[in-house]
C-alpha cells in the first residue's frame, strides 16, 4: 500500500499546501486525489503570488476583470475564488462523504488584518459569502488580535482555519476561541455544527533554531512542539466541556500540521510526515514533499496521546539556550510580515500584469 494511502488509513487527512490554475487545468489535482489520497487543500499569499507570477494562467483572468473595472484586492480575490470554487467542487464528495469533516480548501483574509479585529471579522465574512461554497475555510491568523475574530466568524457560522499557530500556548488559545464561538451558538439556539481546523506550523522552528543548536537537538524542535500541541489536542476533546458541547452534535476543531516540508537538506525530505502521523489531524503538504512521501515515505509509529518525549526535548532545546516562547511570539509575528510582504508583491505584480495587457491589447501604433 502507498504510504500515503496508509497515512489516511490511519485517520490523517492529507491535503495539499498549493493551488494552481494549470493544477486544475491539466488534471493533476484530480489526480493527486485518485493516486495519493489527497483531500483537501490549502492557499496563502505565498502561493498565490508564485502561481501568478509563473506564467500566463491567469493573464486572461486579470485582463477581463480589469476591463470589468476590478482592481487590487478585490481583482484578486475573485480569481483567488474562481481556483478555489473549482477545487472545492473536486472535493465536495469528499466533503459530503465525510459529513463535511474532510474536503475543504482555504483562502486567507489579507495579511494586512493581521493586528485588526473588526477588519478581520468583515474580511472573513465577505470572503465566505463571496466564496459560494460550503467546504471553504476562512483564514484567520491566530494572533492574539485575530483569537477575538476566530470567536466571532464562528460564532456567525463562518468555516475558520486558524493559521499562523506556531506554539501549544497560541494553539490552545484558537482551540479556546472555537469552544466559545460554539458555546455561544448554542446558548443563541443555533446550529452548533461549525467547522474549524487549527493549523500549526513546524518546520519554520527548526530553521529558526538549528544555528543556536548542537547538531544532535538539529530538526527536534519543531515535532517537540508538535508532539506537545498533539497532547494538548486530545486533553481537550477528552474534557468535559469538550464532551459536552460533543453530545448537543458539536463538531471537534481538527488540528493540522501545516509547514511540513523539510527545509534542512541534511534532513530526510519526509522527516515532518513521517513523524506527525497521527489520526484525527490533517497534514497539508508541499507538491515535492508529497512526491517524496509517495514515493519513499514510511511510518513509524503514530504519535503518543501524552506527547512522547516532547518536554525531555523541549528542557534540553531551552538548556541550549533557546528562549522557546519569545521563539513562538517572534516565528508568529515574522510569519505575518511574510504574508505581508507577498501580498503586496502578489497586488503589484496583478497591477503590473493588468497595464501590460492592457497595452497589448491596444494592438502596435498607427504609422
Excluded at 213 to 226: F, Q, R, T, Y
Excluded at 232 to 240: D, F, N, Q
Excluded at 288 to 311: E, I, M, W
Aim: with cysteine; proline share 4%; net charge negative.
Amino acid at each position: 500500500m502507498k504510504a500515503t494511502r496508509q497515512l489516511h488509513e490511519l485517520g490523517q487527512s492529507l491535503w495539499l499546501d498549493n493551488i494552481t490554475r494549470s493544477l486544475l487545468d491539466d488534471g493533476t489535482l484530480a489526480r493527486y486525489v485518485a493516486e495519493d489520497s489527497i483531500t483537501g487543500l490549502t492557499s496563502n499569499p505565498s502561493i498565490f503570488d508564485a502561481a501568478i507570477g509563473n506564467g500566463d494562467a491567469y493573464d486572461a483572468g486579470i485582463h477581463a476583470k480589469t476591463l470589468a473595472g476590478l482592481n487590487g484586492e478585490a481583482l484578486f480575490t475573485e480569481l483567488a475564488l474562481e481556483d478555489l470554487r473549482r477545487a472545492a467542487d473536486l472535493f465536495r464528495p469528499v466533503f459530503d462523504a465525510t459529513a463535511q469533516v474532510d474536503g475543504w480548501v482555504s483562502m486567507e483574509v489579507s495579511p494586512l488584518l493581521a493586528a485588526d479585529t473588526a477588519g478581520s471579522i468583515a474580511a472573513a465574512r465577505h470572503i465566505h459569502h463571496q466564496g459560494q461554497r460550503d467546504n471553504l475555510f476562512v483564514k484567520i491568523p491566530g494572533t492574539p488580535e485575530g483569537v477575538p475574530a476566530i470567536e466571532e466568524a464562528i460564532f456567525l457560522g463562518i468555516p475558520i482555519n486558524v493559521t499562523l499557530l506556531f506554539s501549544c500556548a497560541q494553539y490552545q488559545a484558537s482551540a479556546e476561541a472555537y469552544l466559545r464561538g460554539i458555546e455561544r451558538r448554542i446558548a443563541a439556539g443555533l446550529d452548533p455544527r461549525g467547522s474549524s481546523v487549527a493549523s500549526l506550523f513546524v518546520s519554520r522552528w527548526d530553521v529558526a533554531a538549528n544555528k543556536q543548536l548542537p547538531d544532535e537537538l538539529h530538526n527536534k524542535l519543531g515535532i517537540a512542539v508538535g508532539q506537545q500541541t498533539y497532547r494538548a489536542y486530545r486533553e481537550l476533546l477528552a474534557s468535559k466541556r469538550w464532551q459536552k458541547l460533543a453530545a448537543a452534535g458539536a463538531r471537534p476543531q481538527r488540528l493540522l500540521w501545516a509547514s511540513t516540508g523539510t527545509k534542512d537538506p541534511s534532513a530526510p525530505d519526509t522527516l515532518y510526515v513521517s513523524a506527525l502521523a497521527a489520526p484525527d489531524t490533517i497534514n497539508t503538504m508541499p507538491e515535492k514533499t508529497l512526491h517524496a512521501f509517495a514515493d519513499h515515505g514510511q511510518l513509524h509509529g503514530v504519535l503518543s496521546d501524552d506527547g512522547g518525549d516532547a518536554d525531555a526535548v523541549l528542557a534540553q532545546i531551552a538548556k541550549a539556550g533557546v528562549d522557546i516562547d519569545a521563539l513562538a511570539l517572534k516565528l508568529q509575528q515574522d510569519g505575518a510580515k511574510a504574508f505581508v510582504t507577498s501580498w503586496n508583491q502578489l497586488l503589484q505584480r496583478i497591477a503590473d500584469k493588468a497595464s501590460a495587457l492592457a497595452e497589448k491589447s491596444k494592438g502596435p501604433a498607427l504609422p
